[in-house]
């Protein structure tokens, strides 16, 4: 079957202004999350869904980040009044559910802020 | 707080060779899952092997092979017969199961294979 899928691939944009990602998980995975990945860095953890509920939303950076996910599905991580320091690629995996499954990833988005 | 520590940002292996990346981690949990994940240059992070904590022996996958060393928070991954499509970065994962449903990965380690 498909696999996760993101949107845009690639996103430059201005600072200040608001960027919205989009994630489609695999059909049937409960559980969806956002990482954020810097150059030749690892993954920082941003947040977690199971359904439609982020349990812990402290892994965002600032509040200018927020997600949501609608019919258990499709998420959007939006950042408002983006900042250079934004600038990475998000990564977006899904899982059938938490702990041991595997998370499979998305090819992720370049966000480049300028 | 969990943290996993990669140590070597950088190794490389003679193709056929063995080859093996560290990975440290420090919890205060006892039941908890610990992931090696590969992502090669296209980005796109795959799984490679996985371990349960409460399991003592250590899981394989093909080539692939871990030394889970619970006691010492030592999660290692043993590379055997390298191939050059081994090459990528390799990242340490550690997950537990709760509402939270957090994962905290490696810095990792860039893995170069030489023919």
């Known amino acids: 079957g498909a696999g996760v899928s993101q949107s845009p691939s690639n996103k430059v944009t201005e600072k200040g202004k608001d960027v919205e990602l989009r994630c489609d998980p695999i059909s049937g995975h409960t559980a969806l999350y956002w990482y954020r990945q810097s150059l030749g860095q690892g993954l920082e953890f ?24 609608t019919g258990g599905s499709v998420s959007t991580l939006t950042i408002q009044r983006t900042q250079q320091e934004d600038s990475a690629v998000y990564l977006c995996a899904s899982s059938f559910s938490r702990g041991f499954y595997e998370q499979y990833f998305g090819p992720g988005t370049r966000l480049t802020v300028t | 707080a969990q943290t996993v520590t990669q140590s070597q940002p950088e190794m490389s292996v003679q193709e056929a060779e063995t080859v093996t990346l560290s990975c440290t981690y420090d919890t205060s949990e006892s039941d908890y899952y610990l992931f090696w994940y590969k992502q090669p240059p296209s980005r796109q992070m795959i799984l490679v092997i996985r371990q349960e904590a409460y399991k003592q022996q250590n899981a394989t996958e093909n080539r692939f092979s871990v030394n889970f060393q619970k006691a010492a928070k030592s999660f290692s991954l043993k590379i055997s017969d390298s191939q ?26 860039t893995l170069t294979v030489k023919p």
């Open chain 2, 84 to 109: 050059l499509g081994d090459a990528a970065m390799y990242f340490c994962a550690y997950s537990y199961n709760t509402n939270a449903g957090k994962s905290t990965f490696g810095d990792g380690t």
């Open chain 1, 46 to 69: 941003l947040i977690y869904f199971q359904g439609n509920s982020a349990p812990d939303k402290s892994g965002l950076p600032s509040d200018r980040f927020s997600a949501e996910r």
